[in-house]
């Protein structure tokens, strides 16, 4: 169970807005970053979101990224069949000074 | 292209020892952290470590000290990661990943395809 806590599923239809939440404490999102990643079906992760709000380059801006106190959302506008995949949040603990990946969710478009 | 290879998939027995490769190209591999991420069949991601191939300092998340040796060989723009004793859990993929951003806002921009490690007898 990790300490930061993701739907295990997601769905919508195409051309909707979705949301992926993940909460966490104090001595995680509360403080630190988050960054966000995708991993499309028997493929690799896939940076997606990094220090809570930034997009890599080639990341299309249908994806942005939030946070607020002790939670963290990633928000998909506009979705595209394309879009199905696990996405994980991920942040520095304090408290079990690691680095968290988020238990995942899947999304069917 | 800027990317990281990384080596083959690997069947091995339990009690065998194994090493699976991540090599860079197209930046400065020697200044990046390497991050080695396991994924177990059907679960989530964990990072097991990090390997600094400047100077190979090596940093283990808690659950993960001890189990694996992370090594890099700078001449080669290679990072490593190795089992002494397999052990059937150990059947997982493995991804390497450059880390960016200085701490604690890091994060992973750049991933390898992933190596699969199979533990049967």
């Known amino acids: 169970q990790s300490v930061l806590a993701q739907p295990p599923s997601a769905s919508g239809t195409p051309g909707q807005r979705v949301t992926i939440s993940c909460s966490g404490s104090?001595?995680?999102?509360?403080?630190?970053?988050v960054n966000w990643y995708q991993q499309l079906p028997g493929t690799a992760p896939k940076l997606l979101m990094y220090r809570n709000n930034q997009r890599p380059s080639g990341v299309p801006d249908r994806f942005s990224g939030s946070k607020s106190g002790t939670s963290a959302s990633l928000a998909i506008s506009g979705l595209q069949s394309e879009d199905e995949a696990d996405y994980y949040c991920a942040s520095w603990d304090d408290s079990l000074n690691a680095w968290v990946f988020g238990g995942g969710t899947k999304l069917t478009v | 292209d800027v990317q990281l290879v990384q080596s083959g998939a690997e069947v091995g027995k339990p009690g065998e020892s194994l090493k699976i490769s991540c090599k860079g190209s197209g930046y400065n591999f020697s200044k990046y952290w390497i991050a080695w991420v396991r994924q177990l069949p059907g679960k989530g991601l964990e990072l097991m470590g990090f390997?600094?191939?400047?100077?190979?300092?090596?940093r283990f998340s808690p659950s993960f000290q001890g189990q694996v040796i992370l090594s890099a060989d700078k001449s080669t723009n290679t990072a490593y990661l190795q089992w002494s004793n397999l052990k059937a859990s150990d059947t997982a993929m493995y991804y390497c990943?450059?880390?960016?951003?200085?701490?604690?806002?890091?994060?992973?921009?750049?991933w390898g395809r992933g190596t699969l490690v199979t533990v049967s007898s």
């Open positions: 104090n001595s995680n999102i509360g403080t630190k970053s």
């Open positions: 990943a450059r880390r960016g951003g200085a701490f604690p806002d890091w994060y992973f921009d750049l």
């Open positions: 390997i600094y191939p400047g100077d190979s300092d090596t």
